[in-house]
């Protein structure tokens, strides 16, 4: 059975950066699109990030681009997700997300998605 583990998160001043990564385990080939996506308690869960199978295509929320930076590994089936000078209104929990099955359009939203991890809680304080 697939899995997806991020680590990573934690608590963090406002302006600070945290790396925080997902593996896929028990897949034998790169996803198609892996994205990151966040939720906050009883809001929609929204994307954040998104990357396709080789790393060439990425797309960002309006609230987060210059500021993140999302990248994988395939070779480690692994992404990443870079966030640079967080600020409070970025506490989530951070959710890995990766497609497996192609559907004809772009991966934006959570049902797009295959499979997911169980999140990474990251807090930032003013």
């Known amino acids: 059975q697939v899995q997806l583990i991020e680590s990573g998160g934690g608590p963090v001043q406002a302006g600070a950066s945290l790396n925080v990564s997902c593996a896929v385990y028990?897949?034998?080939?790169?996803?198609?699109?892996m994205a990151w996506f966040r939720q906050t308690p009883g809001k929609e869960r929204d994307l954040v990030a998104r990357?396709?199978?080789?790393?060439?295509?990425?797309n960002y929320a309006d609230s987060v681009k210059g500021r993140f930076t999302i990248s994988r590994d395939n070779a480690k089936n692994t992404v990443y997700l870079q966030m640079n000078s967080l600020k409070p209104e970025d506490t989530a929990v951070y959710l890995c997300?990766?497609?497996?099955?192609?559907?004809?359009?772009?991966?934006?939203?959570?049902?797009?998605?295959?499979?997911w991890g169980q999140g990474t809680q990251v807090t930032v304080s003013s």
């Open positions: 997300a990766a497609q497996l099955i192609g559907r004809g359009v772009r991966a934006l939203k959570p049902g797009e998605y295959d499979y």
């Open positions: 028990r897949l034998p080939f790169a996803p198609l699109a």
């Open positions: 990357i396709n199978r080789s790393g060439n295509l990425k």
